[in-house]
Nanobody, 128 residues
C-alpha cells in the first residue's frame, strides 16, 4: 500500500511561482512512476506532468510545457512540481499519483487510469 500526501499549495499572483510536493510512504516509491494531475471546478481531471522512477523520462501537458518542471528525490520519497509563470487558468486542485513499475525504469503514464494510488490533493489558486 502506498500513501501519498501533497503539500505546498496556496494562493499566488499571476506570473508567480509555486512548488508543490508529494510525499510517499512505503518502500516502493523508488520504483514507482509518478504523475501530477489537476482538476479545476466544473472540469474533468487532467494530466499535468509525469516522471519515470529512474527520473530519465518526463512528460508534460502542452498547457504547462516550459512553465512547469517535475522532479523527484527517491531518497526522500518525494516528487515535486515546480510551477512558474502561473496563470489564472492553472487554478485547480493538484493531485499526485503513483504506479509501481519495478521492471520499467523509463515508464510513465499520461492517463489517470495508468495510476494505482492517489493523494488527497492540494489547492492552487492563481489570482489575476
Amino acid at each position: 500500500q502506498v500513501q501519498l500526501v501533497e503539500s505546498g499549495g496556496g494562493l499566488v499572483q499571476a506570473g508567480g511561482s509555486l512548488r508543490v510536493s508529494c510525499a510517499a510512504s512505503g518502500r516502493t516509491f523508488s520504483r514507482s512512476a509518478m504523475g501530477w494531475f489537476r482538476q479545476a471546478p466544473g472540469k474533468e481531471r487532467e494530466f499535468v506532468a509525469a516522471i519515470s522512477w529512474s527520473g530519465s523520462s518526463a512528460d508534460y501537458a502542452d498547457s504547462v510545457k516550459g512553465r512547469f518542471t517535475i522532479s523527484r528525490d527517491n531518497a526522500k520519497n518525494t516528487v515535486y512540481l515546480q510551477m512558474s509563470s502561473l496563470k489564472p487558468e492553472d487554478t485547480a486542485v493538484y493531485y499526485c499519483a503513483a504506479k509501481f513499475v519495478y521492471y520499467t525504469p523509463s515508464y510513465y503514464g499520461r492517463d489517470e487510469n495508468d495510476y494505482d494510488y492517489w493523494g488527497q490533493g492540494t489547492q492552487v489558486t492563481v489570482s489575476s
